[in-house]
Each structure stands twice: as structure tokens, then as C-alpha cells.
């Protein structure tokens, strides 16, 4: 399968905890996008990069998220000292060179914080 | 303040008969406009998409209607089937290539009976 992959399909942790999420892109799109969804929302926008480099963060990326993308691969999201409010799925999505509006997804991250 | 508008969270519709999904937006700076279908334990998938220059797009039981100046859009199925029961979360840009980020609607679950 060569689609978006990502890793683990669903995470329960204590708050408090640290969490890392992973996202493997499909392998010649240069760019990753992170959205989170929550019960009865749509998608929304976290953070993108473009190549290794990370272009824009939302205001939703509180200091505690952090997203790297080290040689413009694979893409980690951490949460440190997670919150109830975290509790959400995180979608990964990628895209090839010129935006064209369509985003290819992963099948996403559920966070479950007690 | 939601930007992207879906007003409907759920439609019924019988097989064989149109299904459409309507959808709003707020912010004058959108001009590009998708539909994505998102099925239980799957990421989202884009559908069919539409410029602002265009008021209307076709792809095969798909078309997406555009009426830039009241702000609004809808997706017609035509004719609707069993396996097009899913979630669609309209979704809106800027100009391709200029901008990255897609703002989507709440979604609206779509039942087609047999």
C-alpha cells in the first residue's frame, strides 16, 4: 500500500503523559499537513510543511505541540503533558508539488486522554 | 467563527433518487472550493472540486454548483447509491498554488437507502 501511514491507529494515555504521533507520507509528495478532528467538527488545520521545513503553525498548536519533519520524509507531532482537551483524532495528509487542493490522508491518530 | 458552513449534519435519501448537500462560506478570500467524503475508521478523500471562475463542475454522478455571490455551494449525486452513505465536509482555500490551508465545514452524514 502506498498511501499516507499512521502511526499508532490509537493511542490512551493519562494526562499529564507525552505523546508522539508519526505519519508516513506517500513517498514523493514534498508536502505534510497535520489536522485535527474532533467529535462533530470538521478537519482543522494544525500545521504544514514543505519539504523539512515547517511553513505555518495554527494558533490551535498550543506550546505543548510540537512537529517536526527531519529530511523531508516521514513527520512526527508530539503533545507534551496532555490535556482532556487533546483527547481527538489527528489526520496526516500529503501533497505533490503545486497545491491543487487535494490532500491525501491518513487514516489517522485517535488520542483518547483520561 | 465558523467560516466554512454546513448547515444540514444529516440527509436520507433513496437509492436512485438526487442527493444535494449545501454548504456556505463567510470569508470573500476563499476561491476555491472541494468536497471530500470521509467513510467510518478512514481518513477523508477528495470528491470533486471547483474554481471561483467556474459556476459549475462535473465528474461523472458528481457535479458541484458554485454561486459566488451568495456565497454558497452544493454537491449533487446523481443517482445516489448505497456506497455513497458517508460523511462529506465541504472545504475552501485560497488560490491554488498561492495557498495551502483548507478550511472545512462540520460534515454532513448522507444515508442512501436501498
Sequence with gaps: ?114 | DQQVKQNSPSLSVQEGRISILNCDYTNSMFDYFLWYKKYPAEGPTFLISISSIKDKNEDGRFTVFLNKSAKHLSLHIVPSQPGDSAVYFCAASGTPGSNYKLTFGKGTLLTVNP
Design chain 1, 1 to 114: 500500500d502506498t498511501g499516507v501511514s499512521q502511526d499508532p491507529r490509537h493511542k490512551i494515555t493519562k494526562r499529564g503523559q507525552n505523546v508522539t504521533f508519526r505519519c508516513d507520507p506517500i513517498s514523493e509528495h514534498n508536502r505534510l499537513y497535520w489536522y485535527r478532528q474532533t467529535l462533530g467538527q470538521g478537519p482543522e488545520f494544525l500545521t504544514y510543511f514543505q519539504n523539512e521545513a515547517q511553513l505555518e503553525k495554527s494558533r490551535l498548536l498550543s506550546d505543548r505541540f510540537s512537529a517536526e519533519r527531519p529530511k523531508g520524509s516521514f513527520s512526527t507531532l508530539e503533545i507534551q503533558r496532555t490535556e482532556q482537551g487533546d483527547s481527538a483524532m489527528y489526520l496526516c495528509a500529503s501533497s505533490p508539488g503545486r497545491f491543487t487542493g487535494e490532500l491525501f490522508f491518513g487514516e489517522g491518530s485517535r488520542l483518547t486522554v483520561l
